[in-house]
């Protein structure tokens, strides 16, 4: 097997995807289990539900938009608090250091950062000398904190959601090509 | 209609000759002097071995391109009867090498630039069919079995133009019960 260098990413299927936010809201929840006590029923949501993929509506139907963990990444190159940063090959926000300025937002070609309200522990964390809520650059990150991988994959009834590692699937592409070639040798 | 390079399994004896006439024809000679270690080595095209076959797999510069269609920042074009990746403009997104069905796109390093973290910046790399090399496509110019070949519109077209009159000799043949060799008339 060949030495892994870059980034893996889930993409969505607009063809089987039926909009019903499961992703978004499996997202939800595993990333505020340990913040913000947020568990497995409604009851235990103090916090408002921010996901870190969006559930994207159009004319030929819908599909779940996310991070593409892009390897020139303009979200990375424009962030000036270096809150955005590379871990193990994925494109990561440090929640703590970002500030809110919507560069990041403007940079990504997908939409798939969002600024939504920052929570900890159960509670809004507002912004230093204002009442505000501080708010924060929500994008995927491949749930790398949790163990069985992300959480919209394994939660989509509709098997709508997929995890690319781009490099292997390249190689599976390229021997069906090959094998292709072998049928068409003689034209 | 675009042009493609096209192996031959048959002929192919996996000597990855093709690969590095592509690197030296893209990136000059001085490889050959310099320490090997301070190279990066980015063929555009992926030799292909299994149990079965040997043979280089590359771009087929489709006429409807699904990586062109799947690139978010316009970064992939088509001119002069190909399809050509603007790296300058590429974000390493990595939504064309997922596009691809033959995995003829993947993703290499930019020797000397940077992302602002400091990592690698990376782009996607393809066949451009040696575009402003005299002499056209390299890989087929140094394969020593002749497994390479440029196919163009004139050929393809002529190919098939030349299978649909075999068919139809065949099947005039078989109908009229004639000689294969006599079926011009139908006296």
Redesign the interface.
Known sequence: MMKK???S?V?GDGRRCTGCKACELACFMVHNQKSNHVGMTVGTVGVPVVPRLYLTRFEQGCMPIQC???????C????SK?A???IEHQVVVDEQLCIGCKDCMQAC??GAITLLPYAKDGCLVPQSGSSETKVFAAKCDLCKDIPQGPACVNACPHQALRL?D??A???????????A??Y??N? | MNYFV?????LCIGCRTCMIGCVVVHEGKHIFEIDPDSYTFHPKL?M?K?A????P?QCKHCENPACMAAC??NAIYQEDHRVLIHTET??????C??A????????VT?AGVR???G?E???ANKCDLCQGVAGGPACVRVCPTQALTLVTEEELED?AKR?RMESARSTFCEVYHCDEFSYGGRE
């Open positions: 260098e870059l980034g990413f993409i593409k963990h892009c390897e020139d990444a303009p990375l190159n424009v962030c270096g955005i940063s590379r070609p997908f690319v781009p490099e699937e390249r190689e599976e592409k390229n021997i069906k090509a090959a094998n070639l072998f068409m040798k034209w | 096209k192996g031959n399994p048959d992926h292909v299994t079965r076959l040997s043979v797999v978010g920042v590429c974000i390493g997104c990595k939504a090498m997922d691809c069905p033959f995995g003829a796109i993947d993703m930019v992302q602002k973290d990592s910046k990376k782009v190919l299978k």
